[in-house]
């Protein structure tokens, strides 16, 4: 899956980088095996809300009329991401479920 990861407040380092890509990319990649690979692009963004809280937002267009939206917020980074993450997950299993209702 191709992220294209902004943070227009906050600058971004490797790190951060990497743990949105492993965390959102590589472990949302199994739901996504049925769409082809051109159309797995999500957008991610990250701003700071107040001095104690990150926003991270998850947004996709997937075949079929298939939208993924979810907004977290956190006290910390990784905590709006793994909520981020769970929310993403259970929305691209319905999604998954829909297209193939036999499994």
Do not use: C, W
């Not at 095996?33 to 998850?58: G, L, Q, Y």
């Amino acid at each position: 899956m191709k992220l294209q990861i902004s943070s227009p407040d906050l600058p971004l380092e490797g790190t951060v980088e990497n743990y949105i890509s492993k965390k959102l990319g590589e472990n949302l990649e199994k739901f996504l095996k049925k769409v082809p690979i051109d159309e797995r692009i999500a957008d991610i963004h990250v701003t700071k809300t107040s001095a104690f809280e990150i926003r991270v937002s998850f947004d996709m267009m997937l075949p079929e009329g298939g939208h993924i939206f979810a907004d977290e917020k956190a006290d910390e980074f990784h905590k709006a991401v793994n909520e981020l993450h769970d929310e993403v997950s259970r929305q691209l299993k319905r999604y998954k479920d829909k297209l193939d209702p036999q499994k």
